[in-house]
């Protein structure tokens, strides 16, 4: 059973419940509604938001909150991002910000490397106008910083996580909300979404919250527990609904810590490191389904599901498009 999804003219949710919120500038970059998909598994029921789906140069989360990151920006401005060697968002921040006419520099540290990474590493280094390798994180921020202080580009943070590039991720889960509301799926018990910088599962909690929909927001860590906590979490989402009260004047709802958990059992001890749950969980979504999902992120947040068989419906929000890795050639 699947939501197809529209390619027609689309409203964004959160406008409609917050027009005020239309004088924040957005450029539209994505397909949205993105579809939903039930898939059999042992695990329990499972549906599947089809973030993959998000976009004709390039899907993933991404592209959500992209949309307003790179709102304002012209042909031939500078943007400037940074992250992981082989980093999803790094590639989408290229593509969409060279679609637009800019020069996109990326500025990246080391990882543990596997097939998809590099594939995805490539790509950037042939899409963005300029790609700077530093040692470790700090090195690539501090050279991030000279930049942004003698060239003055459009800075886009790390994994587009921001008050601002959470809204794309708020607005995801008004989307559902409309889905469910549609009866195109269930209410879902939980999603699990993968948890890197946080941007995603932040944004979901908030939205969440702001529909009194009672889902549990199951983020599965894929870096270390410093950057991957609930306390980060909640932080981002505060941070976006504080935004969005000084945009609108109204009061907004927040999650609810105990509706967030986080679970590190899937990260792997690195980020980019491959796992064997992983792999299993790879392989039986591409054999059954003939879904592609990435090591770094996707697999293991589908590990996570279905290593722990749970009662009701589970959503999977798929973060990853696998053309970015295809088109790397």
Not at 171 to 198: D, F, H, K, S
Not at 252 to 277: C, F, K, L, M, N
Not at 285 to 300: F, I, N, Q, W
Request: with cysteine.
């Amino acid at each position: 059973m699947a939501d197809p999804g529209t390619h027609a003219p689309f409203t964004l949710p959160l406008l409609l419940r917050h027009p005020a919120l239309a004088w924040v500038p957005r450029v539209r970059l994505g397909t949205f509604p993105t579809p939903v998909e039930r898939v059999s598994t042992p695990a329990g029921e499972l549906w599947i938001k089809r973030d993959d789906l998000s976009g004709a140069a390039l899907g993933g989360n991404k592209v959500r909150a992209l949309e307003f990151l790179l709102a304002g920006v012209n042909r031939d401005d500078e943007v400037l991002t940074v992250g992981a060697r082989g980093s999803t968002h790094a590639l989408a921040t290229a593509v969409h910000g060279t679609s637009l006419g800019a020069r996109v520099t990326v500025v990246r540290w080391r990882q543990e490397m596997n097939v998809d990474a590099h594939a995805v590493a490539r790509r950037i280094e042939s899409t963005a106008n300029e790609t700077i390798d530093a040692r470790t994180p700090v090195d690539a921020m501090l050279r991030a910083l000279l930049i942004r202080v003698t060239r003055r580009p459009h800075w886009v943070p790390a994994g587009g996580t921001s008050a601002l590039g959470v809204l794309g991720h708020v607005n995801a889960a008004l989307e559902l909300a409309e889905q469910v509301a549609a009866g195109r799926l269930p209410a879902p018990e939980r999603i699990v979404v993968p948890l890197g910088t946080g941007g995603t599962s932040a944004g979901l909690a908030l939205g969440l919250a702001m529909t009194a929909l009672p889902v549990t927001v199951v983020c599965a860590s894929v870096v270390p527990r410093i950057i991957a906590n609930k306390a980060r979490v909640l932080r981002v989402a505060h941070s976006c609904a504080r935004f969005i009260e000084r945009c609108t004047g109204a009061r907004i709802a927040r999650p609810d810590p105990a509706r967030i958990v986080v679970e590190h059992g899937e990260y792997g001890g690195a980020y980019g490191r491959e796992t064997e749950r992983g792999r299993e969980a790879v392989r039986w979504m591409r054999a059954t389904h003939g879904v592609s999902l990435d090591a770094t992120y996707s697999a293991k947040a589908l590990a996570a599901i279905l290593g722990t068989p749970r009662p009701g419906p589970t959503l999977f929000w798929l973060t990853y498009d696998a053309r970015g890795a295809r088109g790397a050639g």
